[in-house]
């Protein structure tokens, strides 16, 4: 039977993170848990990004295998009736049995969102990362120019990541104001694919240059050096926003149309 | 010694409206047991707008009488600590000892949220009203214009409110497509003054108009019959927000700056 191909949005504020575990709230889990009460032959649902803590998706992919005949419109209305206010699917589609999302993302798209206030929003609370330093956004943006290409981006990257080959590819990486909400600057990055905490170490470095807190060329000093430490701070979870994940297959029965 | 004037920014999810409640979770009653934390010979907060459960404010305008002398600075950093994370104090001033906000509010704006959308989307849940059937945007103007002016609004109010003068002025009711995220439609509408439930009803009312279920020239029609029944649904709370309160007077000392 084909497998099942879900485009899942969520806000992560209240989850432990995309990835299963034992005792704690997670995304995947949730979504495991509403997927077995449709269909108990269910084992595992596979995700493309293992989110953090925190962090928010507005187009996580996931797959499983299911053993029942349903519809992707049935599949649909019976999960939003299981799942939790925070998680939402937003298309279901059909792809070949066993697939596994991971292998096939070509492109992934993150925003990183910096609210400039001085005192609390409510609604931008765990949605934002909130300063009140004033930031020159030309800076952030020469920093955010020195990523566009092929590097290896070894100094980019927790500890926690032990992976061999540490060159990646960034197509963009642009700063914008909101137009709505012009408080808001919104960090925008197209790469191939990207290390573990690279986003929100990246984000972290453009706003404390951008703050006069580290001297400009931080990321040319890095992509030199591969220290860590010639980057700046990682910035929080909760203003990061996993937005779009590019397949090299296109799913069949698409719902919505 | 001076009354102090707090803007208040809440989202209104959780809570049972603005005006306190025996066993409930109000705006107001946060609000008070925050202050008396902080000064205990406070006994209330007035507020302007009585706000309804699960709507939101960007500026609700509040006031007490301190028995200590705090700053406006002060008072911000000590109620920022004591409030939860869905209500935040945007500002504080000082104004004349026993000032009541009600008296003195001269214009209020709203801002009510349609989310055009098939699906659910976490980031909008409980912030806008969600609806997937197509809108006619250019009928939901024409409504929107027969409002502006100087009107007997009978027909716009619940039946809970007996009050004998209904007559109101709106300066403007307009819609837009919001910049950043051009699924949600945003209706802002000024005036003098409201009746109680009016906005929601006329969003609802506006909403039935633009999907095709009630007849263009409700609100006309409404206007001259002083009839509810010839206006439509009463909008959710949860896609309402009161943006903006103008007093007749100017706050002392205001912080920030």
């Known amino acids: 039977m084909a497998a099942v191909l879900l485009t899942v949005a969520y806000d992560g504020s209240l989850y432990s993170g995309w990835a299963p575990q034992a005792n704690a709230r997670t995304i995947a889990g ?5 997927v077995r009460a449709v269909d108990p032959g269910v084992r595992e649902v596979r995700g493309t990004s293992r989110t953090d803590a925190g962090v928010h998706a507005r187009c996580q992919i996931a797959a499983f295998d299911p053993t029942r ?4 419109r049935g599949w649909a209305l019976a ?7 925070e998680i939402a699917i ?5 792809v070949a049995d066993g697939f596994d999302p991971r292998r096939h993302a070509v ?3 993150y925003r990183y969102l910096v609210l400039r206030d001085e005192s609390r929003d409510p609604f931008h609370e765990r949605r934002a990362w909130r300063t009140f330093h004033p930031l020159d956004l030309d800076l952030a943006r ?24 540490t060159v990646r590819t960034i197509e963009s990486a642009t700063w914008t104001t909101l137009q709505d909400t012009p408080q808001v600057l919104a960090f925008d990055i197209v790469g191939t694919a990207f290390l573990y905490n690279m986003v929100r170490i990246i984000a972290g470095t453009l706003v404390d240059v951008a703050r006069g807190r ?3 060329g931080a990321v040319a000093r890095a992509l030199a050096s591969h220290e860590r430490r010639d980057l700046g701070t990682t910035a929080p979870a909760h203003g990061l926003y996993l937005e779009r994940i590019d397949l ?3 799913p069949d029965d698409v719902w919505p149309l």
Chains 1, 2 share one sequence.
């Open 107 to 109: 492109r992934k798209r």
């Open 69 to 72: 005949e349903i519809t992707p």
């Open 79 to 85: 999960l939003a009736a299981e799942l939790p206010a």
């Open 142 to 165: 020469a920093e955010a120019e020195a990523l566009v290409g092929t590097h290896d981006f070894m100094a980019f990257r927790s500890v926690r990541d032990q992976r061999v080959d």
């Open 90 to 94: 937003r298309s279901v589609g059909t």
């Open 248 to 250: 090299d297959v296109v």
């Open 30 to 34: 949730e979504l495991l848990g509403a």
């Open 214 to 216: 580290l001297a400009p």
